[in-house]
Antibody, heavy 118, light 113 residues
Framework: QVQLVQSGAEVKKPGASVKVSCKASGYTFTSYDINWVRQATGQGLEWMGW????????GYAQKFQGRVTMTRNTSISTAYMELSSLRSEDTAVYYC???????????WGKGTTVTVSS | QSALTQPASVSGSPGQSITISCTGT?????????VSWYQQHPGKAPKLMIY???NRPSGVSNRFSGSKSGNTASLTISGLQAEDEADYYCSSYTSSSTLAHVVFGGGTKLTVL
């Protein structure tokens, strides 16, 4: 079945970086964009950006420009999201989601909890 | 503060219909037919319920419908069922240069009485 399997929970110190992976299966990885959306505890959803696995093209929310990098390894159908210069406000669940466009995210990973704490 | 405004909570009894609103501006909801709705149960990932204002993905019950008028989009759930109790988020494309390409509403908690 179509699914996105994300890497496990991470605990990082302020100023560090985190890299979350998202492995696709059950469909052609390069046929759909991968988007990243995060959610702080008890808060709403926040879109971070998208990546086209075929071309590697990316588009980031202005808020994260300069701190986020989305990449992929097509040989293993895996997308990555790296967030640098972490601060406590980055503590959240990070989701990857596939979509034909960022407004049609039809398959989601289960989320990766990232905790930023000294 | 979210870019799109949703009521914090709505409620209804089983069998009833409810509507959740999502208000934006002409730079997002009002300017494009790119509004989506997501359902999220506690501790779970969001699920796409409506895209492009009023389209349902395969497998989503026809009890869920979407519409838009001006700068406000709406999600209507008819024949409320206990399993509909969840948080609902709207999402829209935005052309605002100071925001992301995609903005979400703050979410609405639906309680089935």
């Amino acid at each position: 079945q179509v699914q996105l399997v994300q890497s496990g929970a991470e605990v990082k110190k302020p100023g560090a970086s985190v890299k979350v992976s998202c492995k696709a299966s059950g469909y052609t990885f390069t046929s759909y964009d991968i988007n990243w959306v995060r959610q702080a505890t008890g808060q709403g959803l926040e879109w971070m950006g998208w990546m086209n696995p075929n071309s590697g093209n990316t588009g980031y929310a202005q808020k994260f420009q300069g701190r986020v990098t989305m990449t992929r390894n097509t040989s293993i159908s895996t997308a990555y999201m790296e967030l640098s210069s972490l601060r406590s406000e980055d503590t959240a669940v990070y989701y990857c989601a596939r979509g034909l466009n960022p407004l049609r995210l039809d398959v989601w990973g289960k989320g990766t909890t990232v905790t930023v704490s000294s | 503060q979210s870019a799109l405004t949703q009521p914090a909570s709505v409620s209804g009894s089983p069998g009833q219909s409810i509507t959740i609103s999502c208000t934006g501006t002409s730079s997002d909801v009002g300017g494009y037919n790119y509004v989506s709705w997501y359902q999220q149960h506690p501790g779970k990932a969001p699920k796409l319920m409506i895209y492009d204002v009023s389209n349902r993905p395969s497998g989503v019950s026809n009890r869920f419908s979407g519409s838009k008028s001006g700068n406000t989009a709406s999600l209507t759930i008819s024949g409320l069922q206990a399993e509909d109790e969840a948080d609902y988020y709207c999402s829209s494309y935005t052309s605002s240069s100071t925001l992301a390409h995609v903005v979400f509403g703050g979410g609405t908690k639906l309680t089935v009485l």
